[in-house]
């Protein structure tokens, strides 16, 4: 994988962004070693994602400038290091940091695919749903739960555009686009190969024979 900075570089580059806005003192001994796991995920990611500036050469791409890839980078951190030491306070402070540098909620403990991506994601909070590989969501959108604290589902190759919500028991199928500003609320089991667009409770799908995982992942 091409890298901006190398490991040694980038656990340096993250130490004193985490210093900077948290100087707590906190012991980040452990950080080198979940950039590492962090960046075996980048890795496995950035190889399935053809989107821009993720894949040059033959090779995935990752640069610490490119504030969606950093963005992704720092869920990943965060979630593997609550993974491999639970309550470790470096996924506390990796979870923070993406919230203040891009205005985006991944709780460390939800469970983003292995193949994802995000465009420009300010605004986008990512609640505890259960997502597949090559789900991709723009500004603004959001994931969670109704009132009995169900959450979505969505399906192999979901796109989630600007300003979009998916709440509650709904289960968004493969192949699937939810327009600009769509609002599905307990939208219930939603055939694949569908555009959801409208507002809850007046709610439809479209049939497409748009393709996400070619179209927008340029796989």
Do not use: W
Not at 42 to 52: A, D, I, T
Not at 137 to 156: I, K, W
Not at 180 to 188: E, K, L, P, Q, R
């Amino acid at each position: 994988m091409q890298v901006s900075l190398s490991r040694t570089e980038l656990a340096q580059y993250v130490r004193k962004q985490f210093e900077n806005l948290f100087p707590d003192g906190t012991d980040l001994s452990d950080l080198p070693k979940f950039i590492d796991l962090a960046l075996g995920r980048v890795e496995h990611c950035f190889s399935r994602v053809r989107l821009k500036g993720y894949f040059a050469n033959g090779q995935p791409r990752f640069s610490h400038r490119h504030s969606d890839q950093y963005a992704i980078f720092l869920y990943y951190l965060a979630n593997r290091a609550f993974h491999e030491k639970p309550g470790h306070p470096i996924a506390d402070k990796a979870y923070a940091l993406n919230k203040a540098l891009h205005a985006l909620d991944a709780y460390y403990e939800v469970q983003l695919p292995d193949v994802f991506a995000v465009q420009h994601p300010v605004g986008t909070v990512l609640g505890r749903a259960s997502y597949s590989d090559y789900f991709i969501c723009y500004h603004n959108c959001t994931v969670g739960a109704n009132l009995d604290n169900d959450y979505p589902s969505f399906g192999r190759g979901v796109v989630m555009y600007g300003g979009s919500r998916v709440i509650g028991k709904t289960s968004v199928g493969d192949n699937s686009f939810v327009s600009t500003g769509a609002i599905i609320i307990d939208g219930g089991k939603l055939e694949g190969s569908s555009v959801m667009h409208g507002i809850y409770p007046n709610a439809g799908r479209s049939r497409t024979d748009r393709n996400v995982i070619s179209d927008i992942f340029g796989v």
